[in-house]
């Protein structure tokens, strides 16, 4: 009989994999991929690293004095070198008799499989670089008007108002769904979310649902609170925050403000009504200084925060339900963002010296498949590998998104 195991030459199990694969993936689909093959590029292969410019900041001049803007280009590293692969095997008796429907039964699950690791893995990191969150950590975004509160965010961050996109995790998107029954609406959304509990467009967002939506774990904290000295304890520029008091262990990814510490428009470095929220980047145990992942810039054109006040009692709080950081409590992280705030790649992996394979590449993503046999067993190995990279490119354009 015919056996679709032995044809991973002609590349027709690679693609039925990459087929699995992209149907698998939701959040992949809606980041920048414009990174994608340069780190298989000549000279871009050391460590699989490539250098990404981020974007130039100016000041504008009034009166004809000339004052002219140093350029001083800022970048950070890209790099590929996450390695996720699905094994399994078989012997030459299960093949002849039991695996005559290979690809449903095998290939397809296990690669959507792979595809659900490779982005619960990316979003579990890269929520830990957006520092703006909107409502309380608490509660699931359960009404649009919560939602247009994000959106909002984005658009005083200078954000693009086109390809935004919001993911939710089931629970999130079926109350918020119930809650555009009413709504005056396009009627094929109220169609949407009353008969599928779904919305696909609204509130200047694409909507897509996810079960690899993460959750965070607030740090064990022995305080919620604590107190900062901002004529001492914030440098601009420098990514350590020091507090007169100890607020005990922190976690990656914990959001916090400190009183009279208000973000700013991009652009006119007018205050804006919110404080600055600042998002741990270093994990400590116990400690008077906070590393944050944003650093607090007071002036100048790359000026994201303004001091209104320094003091040496300005109150240290961690973002969350009633203003209190609620150490330890696990909560959802919902996310609405543009396709830029966030980066993938993959890699092409190297041909195996022994045995059968096949790469593969489609829409963005490469694969291999590699198949050895055991003369010794009478057993068949295979697996399916992908090499990827990402990155928060614009965390600015990101906002974590509650109620």
Not at 66 to 87: P, R, Y
Not at 193 to 219: C, K, L, Q, R
Request: charged share 20%; proline share 3%.
């Amino acid at each position: 009989m015919s056996n679709s195991w032995l044809t991973l030459a002609d590349g027709k199990i690679g693609r039925k994999c990459l087929e699995s694969f992209h149907n698998g993936s939701t959040f992949l689909k809606t980041i920048d991929w414009q990174y994608d093959g340069q780190h298989d590029a000549s000279g871009a292969k050391a460590g699989g690293a490539i250098k990404i410019r981020k974007p130039n900041w100016f000041t504008v001049n009034t009166g004809p004095n000339l004052n002219v803007n140093d350029i001083s280009e800022d970048s950070m590293t890209f790099t590929v070198a996450t390695q996720k692969h699905v094994d399994f095997n078989w012997t030459s008796v299960e093949e002849c008799l039991s695996l005559d429907d290979a690809n449903e039964r095998v290939f397809k699950p296990a690669t959507k499989k792979l595809a659900a690791m490779v982005e619960y893995d990316i979003l579990s990191n890269v929520y830990k670089d957006i520092f703006n969150l909107t409502g309380t950590t608490t509660a699931v975004p359960a009404t649009v008007a919560a939602i247009s509160n994000a959106g909002a965010r984005l658009t005083q961050n200078q954000c693009p108002g086109t390809d935004r996109n919001l993911l939710l995790d089931p629970i999130a998107m079926s109350k918020t769904a119930q809650s555009v029954y009413t709504y005056f609406h396009k009627d094929s959304e109220i169609q949407k979310a009353f008969i599928e509990n779904y919305i696909g467009t609204a509130a200047g967002f694409n909507w897509f649902e996810s079960n690899m939506v993460p959750t965070h774990t607030n740090g064990a904290r022995t305080g919620d609170t604590g107190v900062c000295n901002t004529s001492s304890g914030i440098t601009s520029e420098s990514a350590t925050i020091t507090t007169t008091t100890d607020m005990g262990a922190v976690a990656v990814g914990d959001v916090f403000t400190i009183a009279d510490v208000y973000a700013v428009d991009l652009e006119t470095k007018k205050r804006l009504p919110h404080l600055y929220q600042f998002v741990i980047g270093t994990a400590a145990a116990a400690s008077t200084t906070l590393t944050v992942s944003n650093p607090p810039i007071t002036s100048g054109a790359k000026q994201n925060c303004e001091l209104v006040s320094a003091g040496a009692s300005k109150a240290v709080v961690f973002v969350a339900a009633g203003g209190s950081g609620a150490a330890s409590v696990v909560y959802t992280q919902n996310l609405a963002y543009h396709k830029s705030a966030f980066a993938v790649s993959f890699a092409k992996l190297t041909a195996p010296d022994t045995g059968e394979y096949s790469y593969t590449k489609f829409d963005n993503v490469s694969m291999r498949v590699w198949k050895a046999s055991d003369i010794k067993s009478d057993t068949h190995t295979c697996r399916i590998d992908v090499l990827y990279g990402y990155k928060t490119i614009r965390p600015e354009w990101a906002v974590r998104t509650f109620s």
